[in-house]
């Protein structure tokens, strides 16, 4: 009996990212079909099954792979710290910008000013960027607004893009981002009770958040902190992950892992040793190396121990305005190879399907049938192309949810 379906593309190779002893899953003389926001199916074209297609598109010999997915971004937020960029240049260090009201929490104040219209056009300019290089699902915190009114006000943005855009936005909450100066005198102790209290409860219950996070660290909060904030999640049913050993090992990452977080993120100064309770906990390790390449970072993650311990590594931009104003997750993926040695599979795989289990998706980021139908076709001789240039390719064609979005 003939089968019937949406899409039907032929003339493919394709990048399955299964798991599979054939680097990226890959199958030469592929084809998928789509139905509704489905796959139907993908493997070898000679193994089609008897399907009647409303719409077919010649893949023309290029290379399929699921869409790609930036799981790590503060892409909403108000003003800019380009002039910050050019003190520093000129010698001032992080300290002197910080005392001067610089950093997070002149973006903190930038953002608690610019109103949710304004917002949204800046953190629309960013994302559109991203889309451009056939991302289709992307993670975008909260973490500057640091009051309930302002952080409910960058949470509703977000989910306002992903509404508008052919993007599945995931949002997390990242109240615990840094402290406030007006909780400088009571301090982060009380900071994270009225968080604790007040702002991820309502969050919460306005199902503004998919996930929690917190930045552990010594200029952020402390693991005690950190864990007070991982219980009010899961009191809320929510799940978390952490920004965890960036710039020390406060064991943040092992926290994490026992709170079954979804992912850690940063990750240059954890132990080798530490890997393994997150092989066991499941968590995805984050790298970022837009922040590792801004800060001057020498301190590398544990690559190849997570690597041996089959600790899943996601890729991601961490695009936010002060550590990595970088819309490339491409820039992202070569800078995986070339500043931590990933390699391009490794990198690729970062950007699909690992980076959609560290949203804890499991529907998508490989071309499999029954997973989304989020897939980018590319003008390429080998998917390592995607790593290897920097900002170099554009998908010839990209399916969102099943929706064509164009086919050049
Ligand atoms: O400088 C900023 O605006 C964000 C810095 C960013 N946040 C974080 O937790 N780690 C980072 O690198
Ligand atoms: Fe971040």
């Given at each position: ?8 593309l032929?003339n ?11 680097p ?13 926001d489905r796959?139907?199916y ?14 077919r ?7 399929a792979?699921p869409?790609l997915?930036?799981?790590?971004t ?5 003003g800019?710290?380009?002039p ?20 997070i929490?002149?973006?903190?104040a ?8 304004e917002?949204?056009?800046?953190g ?5 960027r991203l ?12 973490g ?13 943005v977000?989910?306002?893009l992903?509404e508008?855009?052919?993007?599945t936005?995931?949002t997390?909450?990242?109240?615990a981002h840094?402290?406030?100066?007006e909780?400088?005198e ?19 219950r ?9 930045f552990?660290e010594g ?6 902190q950190?864990?007070?904030?991982f219980?009010a999640a899961a ?5 978390v992950?952490g ?14 892992a026992?709170?079954?977080a979804l ?7 954890l132990a ?14 984050v ?5 590792f390449y ?7 993650p544990?690559v ?7 600790v899943p ?10 550590t990595?104003p ?5 820039t992202a993926m070569n800078?995986?190879?070339v ?6 599979e490794?990198?690729?795989?970062g ?7 560290a949203?804890g998706l ?8 029954g997973?989304?139908?989020d897939?980018a ?11 290897y240039?920097?900002n170099y ?6 399916f ?9």
């Amino acid at each position: 009996m003939t089968q019937q379906c949406d899409w039907l593309l032929g003339n493919l190779r394709l990048a399955t990212l299964t798991d599979s002893e054939i680097p990226y899953g890959a199958i030469e003389d592929g084809a998928v079909a789509l139905a509704g926001d489905r796959v139907i199916y993908a493997g070898p074209a000679t193994d089609m099954p008897d399907l009647a297609a409303r719409r077919r598109l010649d893949g023309r010999g290029r290379w399929a792979t699921p869409g790609l997915v930036d799981c790590h971004t503060h892409l909403v937020y108000g003003g800019s710290r380009a002039p910050e960029f050019e003190q520093r240049l000129r010698g001032a260090s992080y300290e002197e910008i910080a005392r001067a009201g610089g950093g997070i929490l002149s973006t903190v104040a930038a953002t608690r000013l610019a109103g949710e219209d304004e917002l949204y056009t800046s953190g629309r300019q960013r994302l559109l960027r991203l889309l451009e290089e056939g991302v289709t699902t992307v993670e975008i915190k909260s973490g500057y607004g640091l009051d309930l009114e302002s952080e409910l006000k960058m949470l509703r943005v977000a989910r306002r893009l992903g509404e508008d855009l052919p993007v599945t936005v995931r949002t997390t909450f990242l109240g615990a981002h840094a402290l406030p100066a007006e909780y400088r005198e009571p301090g982060a102790d009380a900071y994270i009770d009225m968080l604790c209290r007040d702002m991820l409860p309502e969050v919460a219950r306005q199902g503004l958040a998919d996930a929690v996070d917190v930045f552990c660290e010594g200029v952020g909060f402390s693991p005690a902190q950190t864990e007070r904030v991982f219980e009010a999640a899961a009191a809320h049913g929510l799940p978390v992950k952490g920004h965890v050993e960036q710039l020390s090992d406060l064991k943040g990452a092992v926290l994490a892992a026992r709170h079954r977080a979804l992912s850690v993120d940063h990750l240059e100064y954890l132990a080798a040793a530490d890997t393994n309770v997150l092989a066991e906990a499941g968590t995805v390790a984050v790298l970022l190396p837009g922040a590792f390449y801004y800060l001057h970072e020498t301190r590398l993650p544990p690559v190849a121990a997570l690597r041996e311990r089959g600790v899943p590594m996601a890729v991601a931009t961490d695009l936010n305005p002060g550590t990595s104003p970088m819309a490339s997750l491409l820039t992202a993926m070569n800078q995986a190879c070339v500043l931590f040695h990933l390699t391009p599979e490794e990198a690729l795989r970062g950007a699909s399907v690992n980076g959609a289990r560290a949203l804890g998706l499991d529907d998508r980021g490989q071309l499999v049938a029954g997973q989304r139908a989020d897939l980018a076709l590319w003008d390429i001789d080998s998917p390592a192309e995607l790593s290897y240039g920097l900002n170099y390719h554009r998908p010839g064609a990209l399916f969102q949810g099943g929706v064509l979005q164009h086919d050049h």
